[in-house]
């Protein structure tokens, strides 16, 4: 079970990186925008596990002074969605079979709990958001389109974190997430958006019906799914 190693500076275009970049609020201190700029490229599978990329092509490729990027390094690998390799070289972890089931656990665990709290909150609103939210994913999944899926698969997630008005909780599902994310993006590139499936309407459903238990039910099987998913296929390889 592992990916591929390899050294490579990070090669995302400046025209597709200027997309991804408006997902970072304006008005930032240069230091917290390259900080989210490189987490959302763990968070989406633009950095490969096991990879190693280098501080100057992190420096290239964000378009930042070194003295923020390093900053930004110095706190990932802190949250541990980075490790240092030596010779100015980091990469995103490789996950053991240990660390799938660990993740597997928590993500279960803290998902119920955030989406539990969010079915008590939830409004027309809400609802509403959330379903254009799922109706973006299906189209995501339809035409194949990975990193997409993901994004709009993260948002589903995040915005039943909002909701839920639990920021203790939703910081830690939220840090699962950069745990995760990176080999969901490896999984996905190769079976295909086809063979993902999700509870989002059932979860959905049981919200407008009012049930936060059997929303929080739903939330964790589709948590399940997904890392039944990545670890039967890292097994397979």
């Not at 939220?174 to 969901?184: A, E, K, N």
């Amino acid at each position: 079970m592992y990916f591929p190693k390899k050294s490579y500076k990070v090669r995302v275009v400046k025209e597709d990186f200027a997309v991804k970049e408006n997902n970072v609020p304006a008005g930032l201190p240069a230091h917290e925008t390259v900080y989210r700029a490189l987490r959302e490229l763990i968070l989406f599978g633009e950095l490969t596990p096991g990879s190693a990329v280098t501080i100057q092509g992190l420096v290239d490729t964000l378009g930042a002074g070194m003295t923020p990027v390093r900053e930004a390094i110095r706190r990932l690998t802190a949250e541990g969605a980075l490790v240092f390799q030596g010779n100015r070289r980091v990469c995103v972890p490789v996950l053991t079979q240990a660390n799938l089931d660990e993740l597997a656990y928590a993500r279960a665990a803290i998902e119920r709990q955030l989406v539990y709290l969010a079915a008590k909150n939830i409004t027309a609103a809400d609802i509403a958001i959330l379903r254009s939210i799922d109706t973006a994913l299906d189209q995501s999944i339809a035409r194949g389109d990975v990193g997409a899926y993901l994004r709009r698969n993260y948002e589903f997630h995040k915005t039943l974190y909002d909701v839920a008005k639990a920021p203790i909780l939703a910081h830690l599902a939220d840090g699962l997430w950069l745990r995760f994310g990176p080999s969901l993006r490896v999984i996905c590139g190769r079976l295909g958006t086809q063979s993902l499936v999700d509870q989002h309407k059932q979860a959905i459903q049981a919200m407008i019906a009012n049930n936060p238990t059997a929303a929080a039910d739903a939330m964790a099987a589709d948590v399940g799914q997904g890392m039944d998913q990545v670890t039967q296929a890292l097994k397979q390889k």
